[in-house]
């Protein structure tokens, strides 16, 4: 794995690489509070058929902090990634790899920029809730009062923050949790604490709604492959009664063709689990397409 710096939209952002620049590039984007790094346990299996390309997104991970007080908002994200693909593939349609908040924000772009996307693989990020108008006033008196006071907590050493990730997440090995300790921490006079704007931990008093990300799924022109487990936590979020029909009609708005996956014995931070198998459903899945770097070319 090696480190790039990337300046996009006037703050500094971290990009992680493997393999061979000459290679095809396979993008990857990561969800909430993780880092473009995690993505090595997936790119130790694709390096060799793809130069692998994962960044820290705005705020997370080891990329810049904004200065606005007020937040992060989704919009931003694909802004990013936009510039992002205009800089290290301005005249090739990508392969996409995104996971969670990141395969929200990859779809969201697939369905705006239909014609810069040839792949989308798309890890649980297109398992969107609905939420009703109902509850604007109180998640917007809720912003407004959390302003300033989001922080994160210390831990004496790099050993208990990585003991912490594991306590929320059971399946991650020891040495996996080390790893993404030292690129999801920084160390400072109080001990080891997350790297991440304190900002992110923020509720939106708006959102995008459902039928928003329906209508750009519904315009995406690449191949998709959507993924998820069999017992995902995203199911406490839906609140419903039955999880696999809400699940069934969000992946009914991708275009025609769409593959779907499901892994079992596994949860939602599939790329940290079960790299191995993630890595084998990406390849299958991109066949020989990384053969032509040529698939599809922007004039």
């Known amino acids: 794995m090696k480190i790039r ?12 690489v ?7 590039k396979l993008f990857f984007f990561h969800g909430w509070l993780d880092t473009g790094a995690a993505f090595q346990f997936v790119a130790e299996h ?3 058929d793809f130069y692998c390309l994962a960044p820290d997104m705005r705020g997370f991970g080891k990329s810049g902090h904004i200065r606005n007080p007020l937040g992060y908002f989704f919009y931003e994200y694909v802004a990013d990634m936009h510039e992002l693909f205009r800089q290290w593939s301005p005249r ?23 014609e810069r996307v040839s792949h989308l693989v798309n890890i649980e990020g297109y398992l969107i809730p609905r939420r009703e108008p109902s509850v604007v006033p109180e998640r917007g008196r809720l912003w407004l009062e959390s302003l300033g006071k989001k922080r994160f907590r ?14 929320s997440n059971p399946r991650l090995p020891w040495e996996r949790a080390l790893f993404l300790a030292r690129h999801l921490g920084k160390r400072g006079s109080r001990g080891w604490t ?8 923020l509720i939106e008093p708006y959102w995008t709604p459902l039928e928003a990300h329906e209508a750009c799924w519904a315009k995406i022109e690449a191949k998709c492959l959507l993924v998820s ?25 991708f275009p025609a063709g769409t593959r779907v996956e ?33 698939t599809s070319a922007i004039e």
Request: hydrophobic residues 40%.
């Open 18 to 24: 493997w393999g061979n620049p000459r290679k095809p």
């Open 262 to 294: 499901t892994i079992s014995d596994c949860g939602h931070m599939v790329h940290h689990e079960k790299p191995e198998v993630l890595a084998e459903l990406i390849r299958g899945f991109l066949g020989k397409t990384h053969l032509n770097p040529s």
């Open 194 to 201: 997350m790297a991440a704007d304190p900002k992110h931990k």
């Open 5 to 16: 710096s990337l300046n996009i939209h006037g703050l500094k952002q971290r990009l992680y």
């Open 92 to 114: 090739q349609a990508v392969r996409l790899v995104a996971h969670s908040l990141g395969g929200a924000v990859a779809a969201i772009y697939a369905g705006t920029f239909p």
């Open 154 to 167: 210390f831990f004496k050493t790099l050993e208990a923050f990585a003991r912490r990730l594991q306590k």
């Open 46 to 48: 694709l390096q060799r």
């Open 229 to 253: 487990v069999k017992n995902s936590e995203m199911a406490a979020r839906f609140g419903a009664a039955d999880f696999a029909a809400e699940k069934r009609a969000r992946e009914a708005h």
